[in-house]
């Protein structure tokens, strides 16, 4: 069956260091998103990309980076973790012209100390 | 600018009581709504979405919702909860131009024996 994968499902990381978090999906959908969860504002838009070389900048994009160099893939970085990123990470997908439904991973936990 | 308004962030009821979910949206155009679950430590898993025609939607679980235009509303009902749903509750919206979801603050349902 095809799926979203996050990676890794936790991480605990010092202020200052770079982090990349993983996400993979073999639906073959062109769109890709990244959202993150915080208790009181529900999911905000992170970045987002439309298909392989295409990213775009969502609404807390301050200090988040991505790159789309294949379909599958949409890693997201954290240039300089700051103890505000400190969040649950989601990544979605979906099919141009399938109404706007979004398919999620499990979640990556980040905290940073 | 498209919003999303969940306006109870707890609900609790017993087991076997009905329940509904509101949520009221802004925009400007014709939209899609969804509604979505989230276990814990889970992603969001869809629950069900309205995308034209009857107002009247069912979907997963024993779930439905009522699409008003007139007052921009798309409340979750369901008639007899029991204790497996509960979980936290998101309401989306998107409007047909672009394939972005704004979603609401979330719903915790809490459900007791």
């Known amino acids: 069956d095809a799926e979203i994968t996050q990676s890794p499902r936790h991480k605990i990381t010092e202020t200052g260091r770079q982090v990349t978090l993983a996400c993979h999906q073999t639906w073959n959908h062109n769109n890709m998103f990244w959202y993150r969860q915080d208790l009181g504002h529900g999911l905000r838009l992170i970045h987002y990309?439309?298909?392989?070389?295409?990213?775009n900048k969502g609404e807390v994009s301050d200090g988040y980076s991505v790159s789309r160099s294949n379909t599958e893939d949409l890693p997201l970085t954290l240039e300089s973790a700051a103890s505000s990123q400190t969040s649950v990470y989601f990544c979605?997908?979906?099919?141009?012209?399938?109404?706007?439904?979004?398919?999620f991973g499990p979640g990556t936990r980040l905290t940073v100390l | 600018a498209q919003s999303v308004t969940q306006l109870d962030s707890q609900v609790p009821v017993f087991e076997e009581a009905p329940v509904e979910l509101r949520c009221n949206y802004s925009s400007s155009v014709s939209v899609y709504l969804f509604w979505y679950v989230q276990y814990p430590n889970q992603g969001l898993q869809l629950l069900l979405k309205?995308?034209?025609?009857?107002?009247l939607v069912k979907g997963i679980n024993g779930f439905e919702a009522e699409f008003n235009k007139s007052q921009t509303s798309f409340h979750l009902r369901k008639p007899s909860v029991h204790i497996s749903d509960t979980a936290e509750y998101f309401c989306a919206v998107s409007d047909r131009n672009t394939d972005k979801l704004i979603f609401g603050t979330g719903t915790r349902l809490q459900v007791f024996p």
């Open positions: 309205y995308l034209s025609g009857s107002t």
């Open positions: 979605a997908s979906s099919e141009p012209d399938n109404y706007n439904e979004q398919f």
């Open positions: 990309s439309y298909g392989v070389q295409d990213t």
